[in-house]
C-alpha cells in the first residue's frame, strides 16, 4: 500500500520542469504514457472521505464520450452527500509556465474550486484557467503542493454530475480561444450479465443465499485482492479501514443484503501469478474451505503482465488451481485479471480463455477483463488507480458487477 509520503516520490504527476518557449502549448497531466489525455480517469480519483462515508457509493467516476477532444473525457457523478473532490498527485511543474487548465461541463451552475480558488461551471463546455498567481505558486517555479485537488463547492444536496475535459498545464501562456469539437451521445453501458459465465454452477449457493444458510466466500488473488492501491484519493482511509470495502467484503456485504449470511474470507498475494498460488493453495485455501463454501480465483494481471503469460498458459495454470479447489467444493468463481499492460490489447482472447476454463472445469466466471475494456482502451482505466489496481471505487463498483452472479438481479456499468 502506498500512502501520501510515499506517493510524492513512487507515482506522481511527471511533467519536466523546463520552459517551453515559442508557441503557447498544453501538456496533459499524468505519465508520458499514461496520461489523462489517453487513459481518462487515471490518476484522476474520487475522494470518498472516511470509512464512515464510503457507503453508500456517493462518488463514481468514469470514461465519458461526451467532451470537447478524442472522444473521451472524465464524468463524476456526485449524489447527496458527496465530497465532490477528485484529486491527482503532484510533482514537478514546468518553470515559466502560466498554469492549471482545463475544460468542464456540469449538470447545473456550480463552483469548482482547484485548492482554493474557485471558477464558475455552467451547463456548457468552458475553458477554466489558473494563474500560478492564483494557486499562491510563484510562476518562475511553481509548487502547488503534493496533490491537486478538484472540488465542488458544496455541499452537494442534489444529484450532480461534473464532466472533465483536457486537464493539464498551458505554457508559456494560456490559450486564449482554441478550437474545439465537442463530442457527444450516450456512453455504452454493459450489464452484469453479459460478464457471467456459467454461472448455474453456482446454483447451490445461490439456494444457500437465498435460503438464508450461512456459507463463507473465500478470495484468493493477486494485489487487487490483497487492496494495493485503494487510498489512493481517499488517502483519509487506511489500509485497515480499506480492508473492509475490499471487492470480496463488499460482495459478501452485497449477497447479505440480500437475504444470505455470508462470511469473508480474503487471501492476496501481491505480484503472485497462479502457478505461484499453486504454491500456498493447500494451506491457506483447502484447510479452510467447506463443501458448503464458494472459492473465488483471482489471478491473471501478473500471469499476462511481468510474467509474460498467454491467455491459454493462464487456463492452464488456473486449471490447476481449480483441481485443488475441487477437493473440497464444487463452488468455484473465476474472475479474469484487471486491464494491466498489454492486457486490453488482448482482452477478446482473455474473454475467450475465460469462457473455455469454466466449460471445461464446470466452474463459473466473471469476466473483469471486459467490464474494463468493452469499450477500448482509452476508457478502460476509470475505475483504477493506476494500470492494474482498482481505487476503492472500482472495488466497489467490482463487487456491484460480481453480485448478480447469485442474486440474479442485473446492474449495469456504468449507471
Not at 101 to 107: G, I, N, Q
Not at 316 to 323: F, N, Q, T
Not at 381 to 393: C, G, K, Q, S
Not at 404 to 412: A, E, F
Request: some cysteine.
Amino acid at each position: 500500500m502506498i500512502f501520501p509520503s510515499a506517493a510524492r516520490a513512487l507515482i506522481a504527476v511527471a511533467i519536466a520542469p523546463v520552459l517551453i518557449a515559442g508557441e503557447a502549448s498544453f501538456i496533459p497531466l499524468g505519465f508520458a504514457e499514461h496520461d489523462l489525455e489517453r487513459h481518462t480517469g487515471m490518476w484522476l480519483r474520487p475522494d470518498l472521505g472516511n470509512a464512515d462515508t464510503v457507503l453508500p457509493l456517493r462518488t463514481r467516476v468514469w470514461a465519458t464520450r461526451e467532451s470537447v477532444t478524442d472522444g473521451v473525457a472524465l464524468k463524476c457523478a456526485f449524489a447527496p452527500g458527496s465530497t465532490g473532490r477528485v484529486q491527482i498527485e503532484n510533482a514537478s511543474l514546468p518553470a515559466g509556465s502560466a498554469g492549471f487548465t482545463l475544460y468542464a461541463k456540469a449538470s447545473r451552475p456550480l463552483k469548482l474550486a482547484l485548492g482554493q480558488a474557485a471558477k464558475d461551471v455552467g451547463t456548457d463546455w468552458s475553458k477554466l484557467d489558473w494563474p500560478w498567481a492564483e494557486l499562491g505558486a510563484d510562476p518562475a517555479a511553481p509548487t502547488v503542493g503534493w496533490q491537486v485537488a478538484l472540488t465542488v463547492q458544496g455541499p452537494i444536496a442534489e444529484p450532480t454530475w461534473l464532466i472533465i475535459d483536457r486537464f493539464g498545464i498551458e505554457t508559456p501562456t494560456f490559450i486564449g480561444a482554441p478550437a474545439i469539437t465537442p463530442q457527444d451521445g450516450p456512453d455504452q453501458t454493459i450489464a452484469a450479465t453479459d460478464l457471467i459465465v456459467g454461472g448455474e454452477r453456482l446454483a447451490k449457493s445461490a439456494a444457500r443465499l437465498k435460503a438464508k444458510q450461512p456459507f463463507k466466500l473465500i478470495a484468493f488473488g493477486d494485489s487487487v485482492t490483497a487492496g494495493a492501491q485503494v487510498s489512493r484519493g481517499s488517502w483519509k482511509i487506511d489500509a485497515d479501514a480499506g480492508r473492509a470495502f475490499l471487492w470480496y467484503a463488499h460482495l459478501a456485504r452485497l449477497w447479505d443484503e440480500a437475504g444470505g449470511a455470508v462470511e469473508a474470507v480474503g487471501v492476496g498475494h501481491g505480484g503472485w501469478t497462479a502457478r505461484k498460488a499453486a504454491s500456498t493453495i493447500d494451506a491457506e485455501i483447502i484447510a479452510i474451505a467447506g463443501a458448503d463454501d464458494l472459492v473465488v480465483l483471482e489471478f491473471g494481471a501478473n500471469d499476462m503482465g511481468w510474467d509474460g503469460a498467454t491467455p491459454e498458459r493462464w487456463r492452464a495454470d488456473m486449471g490447476a488451481l481449480i483441481a485443488r479447489v475441487k477437493t473440497k467444493t464444487d463452488q468455484i468463481l473465476v474472475l479474469s485479471p484487471t486491464p494491466g499492460g498489454a492486457i486490453p490489447a488482448q482482452a477478446d482472447a482473455i474473454s475467450a480463455a475465460l469462457r473455455a476454463l469454466c466449460d471445461e472445469h464446470g466452474v463459473a466466471g466473471v469476466d473483469i477483463t471486459r467490464l474494463n475494456c468493452y469499450r477500448g482502451t482509452p476508457s478502460c482505466w476509470a475505475m483504477m488507480a493506476n494500470e492494474y489496481h482498482p481505487d476503492l471505487m472500482g472495488q466497489l463498483i467490482m463487487a456491484e458487477m460480481i453480485a448478480p452472479v447469485l442474486t440474479g438481479v442485473d446492474k449495469r456499468y456504468p449507471e
